[in-house]
């Protein structure tokens, strides 16, 4: 089962960080966010990857590209019979990622939508590059099946700058994106959706996947909430960059789960 990335967003209220990197490659104890949520999602057995690429993409692409080189010892021939062998195995082998270009501006719907030609016929996973969280991948995906609906969207519970959830029992009612209060679950990502959703989305790239698509799939009854009452956290500012490189150098950081 794929597990989709957004990677593409400029990240303008981190230009600390984000100034010559895209923000899933702004990094929290020495590793790029993405990274860390790619374990989570590894650890599970899910290592079958789709960035969808944006704002520069090349980074995360020479990332991924010179990945031996970033983790261990490595011999070099140069000349005709040029060649690189690796002395240190990691435990990242056997990761597949793809890497999508999905356009410089493009918004959320319209990268996943360019994306889609590498997710086949089957569910996948979709989160944002920029959020970590302890959620159970394994049980999110149990409540999915067990419901038999289009979407799963992980409900949290921080203050209230993100999309609200109204919700009754597991039914998604409304999908309001940044209310101006809320009393409820918010959106934290971490979805799962059949493959049909992908029909509700649009190339253009206008499409916010968190606007008209979700709203009208919640609309008609196709969206569920997986409510986590964890810990989670995304990366929108420098003050969120530095909490969690805190939990990390605590060796207390609740996302990590591989040795």
Known sequence: MKVVILCGGQGTRLREETEYKPK?????????????????????????????????????????????????DA?????????????DPHPEEGWKVTLAETG????????????????????????YGDGLADVD??????????HGKLGTVTGVHPPSRFGELMTENDRVLKFSEKPQTHSGAINGGFFVFEHEFL?????????????????????????????????????????????????WESGKAPWKIWK
């Open 199 to 247: 029909n509700l989305l649009s190339d253009d790239d206008s499409c916010v996947l968190e606007q008209k698509p979700l709203e009208m799939l919640a609309g008609k009854g196709g969206l569920r909430v997986h409510s986590h009452k964890g810990f989670w956290q995304c990366m929108d500012t420098y003050r969120d960059f530095q909490l969690l490189n805190k939990l």
């Open 104 to 127: 410089e501006n493009a918004m959320t719907g319209a990268r996943v939508k360019r994306a889609a030609k590498y997710l086949g016929r089957e569910p996948f996973f979709l989160t």
């Open 24 to 72: 899933p490659m702004v990094e929290i104890g020495g590793r790029p966010i993405l990274w860390h949520i790619m374990k989570r999602y590894a650890h599970y057995g899910f290592k079958e990857f789709v960035l969808c690429l944006g704002y520069k993409g090349d980074v995360i692409k020479d990332y991924f590209y010179h990945y031996g080189l970033h983790r261990g």
């Open 75 to 87: 011999t070099i021939t140069l000349g005709k019979s040029h060649g690189v062998v690796f002395h």
């Open 137 to 146: 991948l394994k049980d999110l995906l149990r409540f999915h099946k067990s």
